[in-house]
C-alpha cells in the first residue's frame, strides 16, 4: 500500500512537472515567434526612419548652391548700390543747389506751421 500511494504521488507530481514544462516551453516559443516579429518590425522602421534623412554629400551641395546663391544676390545688390551711387555723384552743381533750396524751403514751412 505504501508503494501504492508513492506511485500515485511520484506520478502526479510527474504529471505537473510535465504540464509545467509544457507551458513553459510554449511560452518560450511564443516568446521566441514574438520576439522575430519585433526583430522585424524593427528593421522595416529602420529602414523608413534612415531612408528619409538626406544623405550627407547631398547636404553638402545643397548647402554649397544655397551660398553660390547669396553670393550672386549680394554682387547683383553690389552693383545696384554701385550704379546708384555713381547716378547720384553725377548730379551738377546746379541740380544741388536746386535740391538744397528745395529743401530749406520744406524746412522752412515745416518750422512755420509747426511753431
Known amino acids: 500500500m505504501a508503494q501504492d500511494l508513492y506511485n500515485i504521488v511520484l506520478g502526479v507530481a510527474g504529471a505537473l512537472g510535465g504540464f509545467l514544462l509544457y507551458a513553459v516551453w510554449n511560452a518560450v516559443k511564443d516568446l521566441q515567434e514574438d520576439d522575430k516579429k519585433l526583430q522585424q518590425n524593427l528593421s522595416n522602421l529602420k529602414e523608413i526612419v534612415v531612408g ?8 553638402e551641395r545643397v548647402i554649397k548652391d544655397m551660398h553660390l546663391q547669396f553670393d550672386k544676390a549680394s554682387e ?10 555713381e547716378r ?4 551738377d552743381a546746379d541740380s544741388h543747389e536746386m535740391i538744397m533750396t528745395k529743401l530749406e524751403r520744406l524746412e522752412q514751412f515745416i518750422y512755420r506751421n509747426h511753431n
Do not use: N
Open 52 to 59: 528619409d534623412y538626406i544623405k550627407r554629400a547631398e547636404m
Open 76 to 85: 547683383s545688390q553690389s552693383r545696384h548700390l554701385e550704379a546708384t551711387l
Open 88 to 91: 547720384f555723384m553725377k548730379v
